[in-house]
């Protein structure tokens, strides 16, 4: 890799306290970035951009919280940090969650209400193809016990929502400046355009 070429490559930190760390990585690696983990204040100063992968979103809260990270991410995000989360990502950059735990913490990533496991159990998991703001052609969208979007403030984008079905017009990803989220899982398809876009996206960052 010659100098210019590492200089374009972003580092990238997964938060990988708990959940689908590994999937992320790759992602990112593929992508074009650095792919870094995080568990540490320290190494959460070190990232130019942040993952907060799908998993159980109160059982991360709990670990932010127990590693010392709820508050330095909190900071980074108000500074204009880059993340991007999916399903427990997405209701972790939330401004509220609705049907959570009254001692969840939530970091304010993005001003929206999400609702948890808004789409039903792990038995109503699900798969369709959506139209995403950004991309030429629909992307595959993987749902498992996701959250979904009931409200967004004025300063967010729309990016997706559900094509059809009972949850037909339900917002599933959206941005507010550096920040993404996606209901569903992009790591676990293949299709790694949603990523793409975030790794360019911090790249611009930069």
Do not use: Y
Not at 90 to 119: C, K, P, W, Y
């Amino acid at each position: 890799m010659n100098a210019s070429s590492a200089a374009t490559r972003p580092t990238i930190g997964v938060l990988a306290l708990q959940g689908d760390v590994r999937e992320h990585v790759a992602a990112l690696e593929h992508c074009g970035a650095d792919a870094v983990l995080v568990r540490r204040e320290s190494e959460l100063a070190a990232v130019d951009g942040l993952v907060l992968p799908g998993g159980e979103s109160t059982t991360i809260s709990k670990l932010l919280q127990a590693f010392e990270l709820l508050e330095p991410l909190r900071a980074r995000l108000r500074d204009g940090m880059p993340a991007f989360g999916s399903c427990a990502g997405m209701i972790l950059l939330a401004s509220e969650v609705l049907d959570t735990r009254a001692d969840a913490q939530h970091l304010s990533g993005i001003d929206m209400t999400v609702r948890r496991n808004a789409f039903g159990r792990q038995v109503d998991s699900f798969e369709t193809d959506l139209d995403f703001t950004g991309l030429d052609t629909p992307v595959r969208a993987v749902f498992i016990r996701a959250p979904w979007v009931e409200r967004v403030g004025a300063g967010v984008e729309v990016l997706a929502r559900v094509p059809h079905g009972p949850a037909q017009g339900r917002i599933v990803a959206a941005r507010q400046g550096n920040v993404v989220a996606t209901s569903f899982h992009p790591e676990v398809t293949g299709d790694l355009r949603v990523h793409e876009l975030f790794v360019d996206l911090v790249r611009k960052a930069r």
